[in-house]
């Protein structure tokens, strides 16, 4: 591949995780409207609850696209998957842009808007098990990582874009007009990338695709759970410390301060704007760094214990309100770790498992893991300072994930995939 071929094709397959991280920021950030809209209530939490929950159940079928679209890419090729995803993408986007409100449908609107998340949610299930499985075999072994960085460059990229375009839209609209179509803004936006990936990945090229892997990949699911169930769980448990960290850091933290502190909105967001951009820039040096090394399980090791260890540190500088510069310093130190944490876990998962189960592998490891953590972590977190009246409880939440994900890691025993041309696996 030349390079412009080869940037437009890590463009293409990272696009689709890109525009479920971007749904994520916009929905969350517009959740507070769309509650209102698609379910009135006389109190304004039960409209809330019931749009948080209506992004939810797209976290829920997350599970089922993961064994059904991971066994498709196993079975028919990368590059046939990804194209069927991101159509899939199109539609539940659509559904969710296009969605009538409750005035104009009554009980259909909701429908519609929640059939369109679930198809969003589905999708996404097998997006980043078949997209890092074609970072991964789409060149030579040594830039293997730096390739698969690219999934956490477009996650950064599309929760910094998603927040701006949120904010840009809050302050620039009349609360009139945001309630009109303001909020459907950004999710058309998101819809209007869908023909340009759909057509970026009908030009990709083919990573994995052969008779004899075809014919072993139609029972993949079941080989999976016969051959490699212990193996699945302990990905699950790989995945708890990095979703729960993201999802909060980035996303709860400006409520979490807002609401529990009674920070300023303004600076809040400063704090999650910092490690969206920390995810946006760091995995291109990160990368290169895991190339370079062959000791992918001590590097996650050691990345979660200083990710583990700068917990408490960063939630009592906010909660003792230290300056901006010190509390922000160690977020960017506590998401480098994330990050690295991350690449050397895709790495590591993807060749652990036979090539005619990686897709599947990946999908059901990190779908089920981001369903069960990441999806429940706000929630999580919530409850916690419900109960126990103590800001310091979501720092508490993530060091017991911290340790899970070490413990996970300790004991993951890894063998190198077969036809590899090399392996990072220690």
Known sequence: MTDLVRRKSLVAVTLGNGLEIYDFAVYSFFSVIIGHLFFPAENATYSLLLSVATF????????????????????YGRKAA?????????????????????????????????????????????????????????????????????????????????????????????????YSWGWRVPFIIGLSIIPLGFYMRAALPETHLSESSTVEARFSFGLLIKQHGK???????????????????????????????????????????????????????????????????????????????????????????????????LIVVDQVMANLYAIAFF?????????????????????????LFGGFAQFNVTFLLNISHNPLAPSAYLVFCGVISMAATYFWKSKTSPNMEHSYVN
Do not use: C
């Open 56 to 75: 939810g159940v797209g976290f829920v079928v997350r599970p089922l696209g993961s064994i059904i679209l991971g066994q498709y890419a196993d079975r």
């Open 82 to 178: 990804l194209q069927r995803i991101m159509l899939l993408m199109g539609i539940g986007g659509m559904l969710v842009a296009f969605a009538p409100t409750w005035q104009y449908a009554g009980i259909w609107g909701p429908i519609i808007l929640i059939t369109g998340r679930l198809i969003q949610g589905f999708s996404a299930g097998g997006e980043i098990g078949t997209a890092t499985s074609w970072l991964l075999e789409a060149g030579a072994g040594q830039s293997r990582a730096q390739r698969v960085s690219w999934q956490m460059v477009s996650q950064g990229a599309a929760a910094l874009f998603g927040a701006i375009t949120g904010y840009v839209l809050s302050h620039t609209l009349s609360t009139e007009a945001l």
């Open 231 to 329: 193996k699945l769980l302990l990905g699950i448990l790989l995945v708890m410390k990095s979703t729960t960290s993201f999802y909060i850091i980035v996303y709860y933290l400006p409520a979490y301060m807002v609401n529990t502190l009674a920070y300023p909105a303004g600076q809040s967001y400063w704090l999650s704007i910092g490690a969206a951009v920390i995810t946006l820039i760091a995995p291109l040096f990160l990368g290169k760094l895991i190339d370079r090394t062959a000791h992918l399980r001590g590097m996650m090791l050691l990345s979660l214990l200083v990710s583990t260890s700068l917990t408490f540190p960063i939630f009592l500088a906010i909660i003792h309100h230290l300056s901006l510069p010190l509390t922000l310093s």
């Open 347 to 371: 790495v590591l998962v993807l060749e652990s498992f036979p090539v005619p189960l990686r897709a599947s592998a990946l999908s059901v490891i990190y779908a089920f893991g981001v369903t």
